[in-house]
């Protein structure tokens, strides 16, 4: 737990400062209902340590998040949902902590999206792909 810090409302929350309705936790994450769900099940996988941004987080945090979430879709019995995580005020992030959203779908409840493709010729594709692979 020394990778949180004072000011931080998950932190906080990891930490038992703040209550939550915890579902589970383990040595790299903690799972918590969402206090503001879409659909019912709406849980909120924070890592156990700090950091606004996912790449800023070390691997062996980010590697638990995934089985984690399989874990809490499982429990909970849904076959349809969303793993939602945001980077960024731009990108819709409100806590500024890293956090990942499980949200259950239904035909009534969950996620609504829009999503507004682009449309890049297999050239600027191709093009792209090279230039992030050589910097890997």
């Not at 987080?57 to 984690?68: C, G, R, S, V």
């Given at each position: 737990m020394n990778h949180l810090i004072a000011d931080c409302l998950f932190c906080k929350i990891i930490k038992g400062v703040i209550p939550s309705k915890k579902i589970f936790e383990n040595e790299f994450s903690f799972v918590f209902l969402d206090i503001g769900p879409l659909s019912k099940g709406h849980s909120l996988i924070i890592p156990k340590y700090h950091a606004q941004?996912?790449?800023?987080?070390?691997?062996?945090?980010?590697?638990?998040?995934?089985?984690?979430?399989k874990k809490i879709a499982n429990a909970i019995g849904c076959?349809?949902?969303?793993?939602?995580?945001?980077?960024?005020?731009?990108?819709?992030?409100?806590?500024?902590?890293?956090?990942?959203?499980?949200?259950?779908?239904?035909?009534?409840?969950?996620?609504?999206?829009?999503?507004?493709s682009q449309t890049p010729s297999m050239d600027e594709l191709q093009q792209l792909a090279e230039e992030i692979s050589k910097k890997i």
């Open positions: 941004k996912m790449h800023e987080i070390p691997d062996e945090y980010l590697a638990d998040i995934l089985p984690t979430a076959t349809d949902y969303n793993i939602l995580q945001n980077n960024g005020k731009i990108a819709h992030q409100e806590v500024m902590h890293v956090h990942f959203h499980l949200i259950p779908k239904t035909a009534s409840e969950g996620l609504g999206m829009s999503w507004h």
